[in-house]
């Protein structure tokens, strides 16, 4: 079993930045391909990012390409998501998702674990 714990949410005003972390339990995290999704109120949760497990290829929903960058260290068990240039509509929950599979994508039903979520919320 993996466990994800995300931190780094907050509050931030328009045109700032976060660094979100998801710590993962487990000795096989470098073995999983790794995504970020997030929920705003009243919406579905919704993709923002993927990155397969060696960290050499990534995928970005068109809303947040060219501001957030998703990374990860495989030794210390961790993927990062960037947040730059930050925008109202960003105000979520964002979650961490962990994959069986080595490269994933933006599809929900391709991750087997998920934290609990970290609240971001983007002033105007």
């Known amino acids: 079993q993996v466990q994800l714990v995300e931190s780094g949410g907050g509050l931030v005003q328009a045109g700032g930045s976060l660094r979100l972390s998801c710590a993962a339990s487990?000795?096989?995290?470098?073995?999983?391909?790794m995504g970020w999704f997030r929920q705003a109120p009243g919406k579905e949760r919704e993709f923002v990012a993927t990155?397969?497990?060696?960290?050499?290829?990534?995928y970005y929903a068109d809303s947040v390409k060219g501001r957030f960058t998703i990374s990860r260290d495989n030794a210390k068990n961790t993927v990062y998501l960037q947040m730059n240039s930050l925008k109202p509509e960003d105000t979520a929950v964002y979650y961490c998702a962990g994959s069986r599979y080595r490269t994933t994508g933006y599809l929900r039903s391709s991750y087997d674990y998920w934290g609990q979520g970290t609240q971001v919320t983007v002033s105007s």
């Open positions: 990155i397969n497990s060696s960290g050499g290829s990534t």
């Open positions: 487990g000795r096989t995290f470098s073995s999983y391909g």
